[in-house]
């Protein structure tokens, strides 16, 4: 399994069509016990903002490939005491076979990729989340059978979710259709290249969330005020109060609509506990589809077998 052996996932859009959907078809077989990969590496994991399931099933999933993981926490290291980036990469370039890195700046994340070899991963920017929109687009594969066609509705804020969904989304055929609150659209940038990227199917901004979610197939939401914004959260809510996915905006999607959301959530802001734990909420697999998705992202840039 080598189709992406020693390159570098930074973006969504470093993939392309054909990759992903490679890539989410090895994470079925991976999960269904069809197939078994090995490979004796060494994984790093660089972060420098808190994470439960990114570094639990990263770690997991290197693990049962037969695999090493470090824990690279920037408090015990050099890096958190100000060693410059383009000295640290250059070093662990000759110790780690792939490194997983979640940080800040997507600049900061570039620069390591141009010092360091090895692949390097995006476990988190503020700008993109790349591995979670990987689980999120098995996670409706699993439910819907295909993904081209179907419609997947963000609600929130244009985060670092979003902009990974509306690039994913585009990539692979589906409709993509983000509500935000006035001032907090998603990167300009970012809807571009979704545009350039979709061949067809509809890459849709809009500040009305009646409008994004009605006859949808998929509802996502995420927090309100992501890692390194905590002080703006309090005064968000009531801005983003019209977006919060609840029972009453549940009922104009599809019937047969299911509900992601990336975690950790926010219950009674972003999403109601209703709605979190209804009959429709594909959160728990989507969550577990983190580590499937994973493995066979680091078995297919390592060259396992
Ligand atoms: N969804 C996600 O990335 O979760 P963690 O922050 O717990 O890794
Ligand atoms: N947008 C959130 C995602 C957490 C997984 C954040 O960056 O904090």
Not at 77 to 100: C, F, K, S, W
Not at 172 to 197: F, H, L, W
Request: proline share 4%.
């Amino acid at each position: 399994m080598e189709a992406l052996k020693g390159r570098d996932v930074l973006s969504l859009a470093d993939l392309n069509t054909t990759e992903i959907q490679d890539l989410l078809d090895l994470a079925a077989k991976l999960k269904g016990g069809e197939i078994n990969l090995r490979c004796n590496k060494v994984l790093g994991l660089l972060f420098y903002k808190a994470s439960t399931r990114t570094r639990v099933s990263f770690s997991v999933a290197m693990y049962q490939l037969g695999g090493q993981v470090i824990d690279l926490n920037p408090d015990t290291t050099q890096v958190g005491r100000g060693e410059p980036l383009v000295d640290t990469a250059r070093v662990l370039d000759r110790y780690l076979d792939i490194l997983a890195i979640r940080t800040f700046d997507q600049q900061e994340l570039e620069l390591f990729a141009n010092y360091a070899q090895i692949p390097i991963i995006n476990a988190l920017t503020d700008l993109e989340h790349p591995c979670q929109i990987l689980a999120d687009l098995l996670t409706v594969q699993e439910n819907f059978g295909s993904l081209a066609g179907t419609t997947l509705t963000y609600l929130g804020d244009g985060n670092n979710v979003a902009h990974s969904l509306m690039l994913g989304s585009a990539l692979m055929g589906m409709n993509v259709r983000i509500a935000t609150p006035s001032g907090y659209e998603p990167n300009p940038d970012i809807v571009e290249k979704a545009k350039a990227i979709a061949k067809g199917s509809e890459v849709i901004v809009t500040n009305d969330p009646i409008i994004a979610v009605k006859g949808s197939n998929v509802l996502y939401t995420d927090v309100w005020a992501s890692m390194g914004q905590e002080s703006l959260a309090e005064g968000r809510i009531p801005i983003f109060q019209p977006y919060q996915l609840n029972e009453e905006l549940l009922s104009i999607a599809d019937p047969n609509a299911i509900v992601l959301h990336c975690l950790p959530a926010h219950r009674g802001e972003e999403i109601t506990d209703g709605v979190m734990e209804g009959g429709q909420s594909r959160i728990w697999d989507q969550a577990e589809n983190r580590m499937h998705a994973q493995k066979a992202l680091l078995a297919s840039v390592l060259g396992a077998n």
